[in-house]
């Protein structure tokens, strides 16, 4: 569940811990995924996709293959800097080497609703207003998202306009040091009249707790999966088998007292995308 002080970290490391695919690399396979990467649109990924891209550029032109011309290696995920990424190669590498299925999950609405938690008094809606719009919710009940989104829709349509978004209303930072909290409870001094830290942050850490709750679900249908990192709002991972239709993804988000219920279906993740 995405809550106040979730603790993601340490629900993440049993989920890294033992995960791992096997690919083998020779000669060829070095040079087609090379290519591959090579031909990946860098304009349509942010920074640090792009610099993941560059590494694995790096670990293919430097990788020993032996005297059989042929290594074998483990990709695991790791956790940096809040950041779900794969090691050595990335999830655009297993993308280009064919052979896997990937599905993947938006989680847009659910950090739309995170960022109006941090932003709502900007937008001049106070407490008040949001209980009555929150009147036929429950405080003990998972109430229907499209009820929160309904709210958040008047203030925010979509996450781009919350760049560089000017802190207005003082109350929020630490009266003697300039200091705010992201929605996790993590600390952090505002050198910058702006939300852009603590909001990315609350993204980061969200995207990382979707993906605990949303592997649990994929356990829990009996699907071999690995978590493979996130592009932009959406989550992805590597599976053995796709989902059926009817397993149900619901994702639990508590805000302003009140747990709201986010139904996620997945996608099939086409090749190059």
Do not use: W
Not at 61 to 75: Q, T
Not at 146 to 174: C, H, P, R, T
Not at 240 to 255: A, K, M, T
Request: hydrophobic fraction near 40%.
């Amino acid at each position: 569940m995405i809550a106040f002080n979730s603790q993601y970290r340490a629900d993440l490391s049993g989920y890294v811990r033992s995960r791992k695919v096997k690919v083998t690399l020779t000669e060829n396979v070095v040079e087609e995924l090379k290519d591959y990467l090579l031909n990946i649109d860098l304009r349509k990924l942010g920074k640090t996709h792009g610099e993941l891209i560059n590494k694995d550029i790096d670990f293919l032109e430097s990788v020993d293959l032996g005297k059989h011309k042929e290594k074998k290696i483990d990709v695991s995920p790791k956790i940096i800097d809040d950041n779900l990424v794969l090691s050595p190669l990335s999830y655009f590498s297993l993308q280009g080497l064919g052979g896997h299925k990937f599905i993947k999950f938006d989680i847009r609405d659910i950090l739309e609703a995170l960022a109006f938690k941090h932003l709502h008094y900007e937008f001049n809606c106070d407490i008040p207003s949001i209980e009555k719009a929150f009147k036929d919710t429950h405080p003990m009940a998972r109430n229907d998202s499209s009820i929160l989104m309904d709210l958040v829709g008047q203030y925010i349509d979509n996450l781009a306009m919350l760049k560089d978004f000017e802190i207005g209303d003082k109350s929020y930072l630490g009266y003697a040091d300039n200091t705010m909290y992201d929605f996790f409870g993590n600390k952090f001094t505002i050198h910058e009249l702006n939300y852009n830290a603590v909001l990315m942050s609350t993204f980061k850490i969200a995207t990382l707790v979707s993906i605990v709750d949303l592997s649990d679900f994929l356990s829990e249908y009996g699907v071999n999966y690995l978590p493979v990192g996130y592009i932009g709002t959406e989550v992805y991972f590597m599976v053995d088998e796709y989902p059926s239709l009817d397993c149900q993804f619901n994702l639990i988000v508590e805000v302003f007292d009140r747990r709201f219920r986010f139904k996620k279906d997945y996608s099939i993740v086409e090749k190059g995308v």
